[in-house]
T-cell receptor, first 115, second 111 residues
Framework: ETGVTQSPTHLIKTRGQQVTLRCSSQ?????VSWYQQALGQGPQFIFQ???????GRGNFPPRFSGLQFPNYSSELNVNALELDDSALYLC??????????????FGPGTRLTVT | GQQVMQIPQYQHVQEGEDFTTYCNSS?????IQWYKQRPGGHPVFLIQ?????EVKKQKRLTFQFGEAKKNSSLHITATQTTDVGTYFC???????????FGKGTTLSVSS
């Protein structure tokens, strides 16, 4: 059983640019969530995808968007990057939500720096 | 919106001492999860509590869910240097689509 993987590990972008982060879910998981973790803070929920549809969204602007693919891998896209977008971006997969089991299996994260 | 407060924010102990972190919510929670994040690492699931008054143990770790399901605690007996990290309590939001994380409690242990 493979765990959650994310790419790239680190990324440096300039303000105004666009970025795409990628995540492969743990085998057997069909729900993926994305979180933003600023330094010294807890992860903040961005959105969740379930069976390729957005299933919930946190307090993030529309320039944060995502996709989930048929193989349950996922992308997080951020447009018009701002300095405050600098953070660790975590992907988390979980088992079928219909069972009511919600423990999240987090990937190692992508450290994004916006200059 | 739904929020949780964890106290203390930081705790330093000598190896062998006990440690407790408390998690409080102003609203009744359907369930609560606990995660540990090592320095430079990612959150790792520890446990989920669902029932009022539930107590679960994992070796030296004891987790409790309050009778009113508004608070929870994690107690570590005889801390070890491997316990270093930030411990987060995280209830699910009402829709069950997200975890609500606070700032966590950062534990440091000196030998």
């Amino acid at each position: 059983e493979t765990g959650v993987t994310q790419s790239p590990t680190h990324l440096i972008k300039t303000r105004g640019q666009q970025v795409t982060l990628r995540c492969s879910s743990q085998s057997g998981h069909n729900t993926v969530s994305w979180y933003q973790q600023a330094l010294g803070q807890g992860p903040q929920f961005i959105f969740q995808y379930y069976r390729e549809e957005e299933n919930g969204r946190g307090n993030f602007p529309p320039r944060f968007s995502g996709l989930q693919f048929p193989n349950y891998s996922s992308e997080l896209n951020v447009n018009a990057l701002e300095l405050d977008d600098s953070a660790l971006y975590l992907c988390a997969s979980s088992l079928d939500r219909d069972t009511g089991i919600y423990e999240q299996y987090f990937g190692p994260g992508t450290r994004l720096t916006v200059t | 919106g739904q929020q949780v407060m964890q106290i203390p924010q930081y705790q330093h102990v000598q190896e062998g001492e006990d440690f407790t972190t408390y998690c409080n919510s102003s609203t009744t929670l359907s369930n609560i999860q606990w995660y540990k994040q090592r320095p430079g690492g990612h959150p790792v699931f520890l446990i989920q509590l669902v029932k009022s008054g539930e107590v679960k143990k994992q070796k030296r770790l004891t987790f409790q869910f309050g009778e009113a399901k508004k608070n929870s605690s994690l107690h570590i007996t005889a801390t070890q240097t491997t316990d270093v990290g930030t411990y987060f309590c995280a209830p699910a939001n009402q829709a069950g689509t997200a975890l609500i994380f606070g700032k966590g409690t950062t534990l440091s242990v000196s030998s």
